[in-house]
C-alpha cells in the first residue's frame, strides 16, 4: 500500500490548498471505500484526483481497467512511478470538468475525494452530460452530505437535495474525521454512495427543464412558490398560482417543503400547457 507520508516527503510534494488536497491515510476508510465500489473485473473504474494513487491502487486491483483523472500536473509523474505495476491504469492529466467521461466507458464505476469548491459542479455534470454509470462513492465534506441526503422542510434541503435525490439513491458508507488525512483539514468528511434511480430519472419528460424548475423555484427560497415562480415560462404571478393549483401544490408553499416527487410533477405539467 503507498505511504503518503513517504512519498510526499520523498518528491517534497507540497499539497495546494487552493486545489483543496487533503490526502487520505487512514486504511480503514480506505477500505470501506474500496468495499463501497462493489466493481468487478467487468467494470471500469474512473478515478477523479487520485492524489498521490493511494486508492487507485487498491481499486485497480478490484476492476478491469481504471482511469485516474488528475488536475495537478506535478502528481502525474508520481502518479506514473507509484502505479507503473498496474498494467490496467490509465493516467490522465486533465479536469473532470472539462472532460468527456463517455469516451472512457459506457457504464462506469465512479471514485472520488471531491474538493468542497467544485464537489456540485462534479456531481451536476453527471446529470447534466447525462453520463451512464453503475454507481459512484464520493469523499465529500460531510455539510455536503447532509444536503445530499436531507428530507422536504429541513434547514439543509434546497437545489442539491431535489436534483440529486430524482437520478439518484444515496447512502453514507463511512465517516471520515479530520485526523484520517494529509494535512488534517477543519472539517468532517463523509464517504456516499450513488446508485442512479432509473425509474425516477425516467419519469422526467424532460431532465434539463426540471433542474432549470427546481433552480428557479429555490431562486427566492424564502418566497412562497407563487412568487418564487413568476417569470417561469412566461407566467406571472396569477398564471403560476394557478398552475400551482392545477397541480394540487398550494401556491402558498415554500419550495423547500416539496419533494422531488412533486417538482418531478410541476415539471413534467409544463409539457401539456
Not at 204 to 218: H, M, P, Q, R, T
Request: glycine content about 6%; charged content about 20%.
Amino acid at each position: 500500500m503507498i505511504n503518503v507520508r513517504r512519498i510526499t516527503s520523498q518528491y517534497n510534494f507540497k499539497t495546494a490548498k487552493a486545489l483543496g488536497q487533503n490526502f487520505l491515510t487512514d486504511e480503514f476508510i480506505m477500505d470501506a471505500i474500496v468495499g463501497g465500489l462493489q466493481a468487478t473485473k467487468e467494470d471500469t473504474v474512473i478515478e477523479i484526483g487520485p492524489g498521490v494513487g493511494v486508492l487507485t491502487g487498491l481499486a485497480a486491483d478490484q476492476c478491469g481497467k481504471l482511469v485516474a483523472i488528475e488536475l495537478d500536473d506535478r502528481l502525474i509523474p508520481i502518479l506514473h512511478e507509484n502505479l507503473a505495476g498496474y498494467f490496467n491504469v490509465e493516467i490522465v492529466h486533465g479536469d473532470v470538468l472539462k472532460t468527456d467521461l463517455k469516451q472512457f466507458a459506457e457504464k462506469p464505476v465512479i471514485l472520488g475525494n471531491l474538493p468542497y469548491y467544485i464537489t456540485t459542479p462534479i456531481l451536476m455534470k453527471f446529470i447534466e452530460d447525462k453520463v451512464l454509470m453503475k454507481a459512484a462513492v464520493f469523499m465529500v465534506q460531510k455539510e455536503v452530505a447532509d444536503k445530499l441526503t436531507a428530507a422536504p422542510g429541513s434547514s439543509n434541503y434546497g437545489v442539491l437535495a431535489v436534483i440529486m435525490q430524482q437520478f439518484f439513491n444515496i447512502t453514507y458508507i463511512v465517516e471520515a474525521p479530520p485526523e484520517a488525512f494529509m494535512p488534517a483539514p477543519k472539517v468532517t468528511s463523509q464517504v456516499v454512495r450513488l446508485v442512479p434511480d432509473e425509474v425516477r430519472a425516467a419519469s422526467l419528460k424532460s431532465g434539463e427543464d426540471f433542474i432549470a424548475l427546481v433552480k428557479k423555484a429555490f431562486s427566492q427560497r424564502r418566497k412562497t412558490l407563487a412568487n418564487s415562480m413568476a417569470g417561469w415560462k412566461g407566467m406571472d404571478k396569477a398564471a403560476a398560482a394557478a398552475w400551482l393549483s392545477e397541480n394540487g401544490i398550494d401556491p402558498q408553499r415554500r419550495p423547500e417543503s416539496l419533494s422531488s416527487e412533486e417538482f418531478a410533477k410541476l415539471s413534467n405539467s409544463m409539457f401539456l400547457i
